[in-house]
Structure formats: structure tokens, C-alpha cells
């Protein structure tokens, strides 16, 4: 069981925007930088965003991330079926000395 | 090419050892920590533990502690994640993951190897 919650599942069109939650607390999201990953089926985790919101060198500019609070959001927009993928947080636990990341959510491009 | 390159598939019986790797070349080895995130069939991400190669300082997550043993070869630029008495609840993929950013707190993964299956069946 995760200390980072995230929706279950996500679902949007092709061409819409959507958002996906991570939530924590003062030990972690509050009080660190949150990375953002992206898992296609199959294949391992990318880099998305880092830093709360700084996308890596060749990350589409569809994807952003930003944090308030104990926080934080990735939002993706003009939605493609190559983004149907899982999409984790994750931050540093501050109470645990341990990486943390989320459960994980689950986008579906209908 | 900065990559990491990770062992092959491993069938193990409940009760045996075993040692999978984790090579990284392209990079100065022992200038950056390797972690290992575990993945078990159809759930999520696990960080288990991390290891910087330049001096084997090495940290597990408390869920970890005790339970694998990370470590490293810097003379082969290869880290290492091993169990003495392998569970059938070991089964899964296992990732070794290189964070960038200046120190744990604003650690962020930003190169992965492919993942190494572990399956442990009687």
C-alpha cells in the first residue's frame, strides 16, 4: 500500500486533456520534488517530468506537471492512443528515508 | 550510449539463491547511484534500494531491508541484486533505474535498464 494515492484509471478522447492526481503528505509530496513516470505496456518506466514540472530533453511539450501542496498533477493534452499507458508519481519519503511512488493510474484513450 | 543493460531471465525454485545484474556504461559509473524498483505481475512500482558505486554506500527501503542484498562491482561497472533464499512472492520483474538530481530528496529516475524477469516456481 502506497503512501502516494493516485486514481485507479483515467480515461479521455483522442484530441482531449486529462489530469491525474498523486496526493501525499508534509513527509513527502509537501516537502520534496516529484518526478512523474510513464510505463507503455511491456516496457519500462520513463521520465516524464522531475523537479515537480521540468520535462526532460525530448518529452513532448503535452505533458506538464505542477504542485501545490501536499500535491501534485500531470496533465496531459491533445491525447493520442500512443499515451494509453500506466503513469506513476513519485518523491522522496522523508518519514521513511525511502523513494516512494505511487500506485499508479491507468489512461485509457477512448 | 548511456545505458544500462540488465541480466536475462531467471526460473529459480523456492529456497535457491540467485544474483542478477545490472551493467552501466556511457557514464561515469562511479559518479551516479543505481537503484533496483521491483514490479510483481500486474501491480505497480517498488523501490527496493539504492547504492552509489563510488564508495557502495548502499540504502534499503525499510520493506527491502534484510530481504535482498545490494551491491556493486565498480571495476565492471555492474550492479548487483541478490537473494540468499529465494519466495515464490519474489516472482517479478526487476528494475535497475539511475536518478539524476543532486541528492536523495530530489532524486528523479532518468535511466533504466529493461527489467530482468524473476519467476520462483516449485
Known amino acids: 500500500q502506497s503512501v502516494l494515492t493516485q486514481p485507479p484509471s483515467v480515461s479521455a478522447a483522442p484530441g482531449q486533456k486529462v489530469t491525474i492526481s498523486c496526493s501525499g503528505s508534509s513527509s513527502n509530496i509537501g516537502n520534496n520534488y516529484i518526478s512523474w513516470y510513464q510505463q507503455l505496456p511491456g516496457t519500462a518506466p520513463k521520465l516524464l517530468i522531475y523537479d515537480n514540472n521540468k520535462r526532460p530533453s525530448g518529452i513532448s511539450d503535452r505533458f506538464s506537471g505542477s504542485k501545490s501542496g501536499t500535491s501534485a498533477t500531470l496533465g496531459i493534452t491533445g491525447l493520442q492512443t500512443g499515451d494509453e499507458a500506466d503513469y506513476y508519481c513519485g518523491t522522496w519519503d522523508s518519514s521513511l528515508s525511502a523513494v516512494v511512488f505511487g500506485v499508479g493510474t491507468k489512461l485509457t484513450v477512448l | 550510449e548511456v545505458q544500462l543493460v540488465q541480466s536475462g531471465a531467471e526460473v529459480k525454485k523456492p529456497g535457491e539463491s540467485l544474483k542478477i545484474s545490472c551493467k552501466g556504461s556511457g557514464y561515469s559509473f562511479t559518479s551516479y547511484w543505481i537503484g533496483w524498483v521491483r514490479q510483481m505481475p500486474g501491480k505497480g512500482l517498488e523501490w527496493m534500494g539504492i547504492?552509489?558505486?563510488?564508495?557502495?554506500?548502499?540504502r534499503y527501503s525499510p520493506s527491502f531491508q534484510g530481504q535482498v542484498t545490494i551491491s556493486a562491482d565498480k571495476s565492471i561497472t555492474t550492479a548487483y541484486l541478490q537473494w540468499s533464499s529465494l519466495k515464490a512472492s519474489d516472482t517479478a520483474m526487476y528494475y535497475c533505474?539511475?536518478?539524476?538530481?543532486?541528492?536523495?530528496?530530489?532524486?528523479?529516475?532518468?535511466?533504466w535498464g529493461r527489467g530482468t524477469l524473476v519467476t520462483v516456481s516449485s
Open positions: 533505474a539511475r536518478p539524476s538530481g543532486i541528492a536523495a530528496p530530489g532524486w528523479y529516475f532518468d535511466l
Open positions: 547504492i552509489y558505486p563510488g564508495d557502495s554506500d548502499t
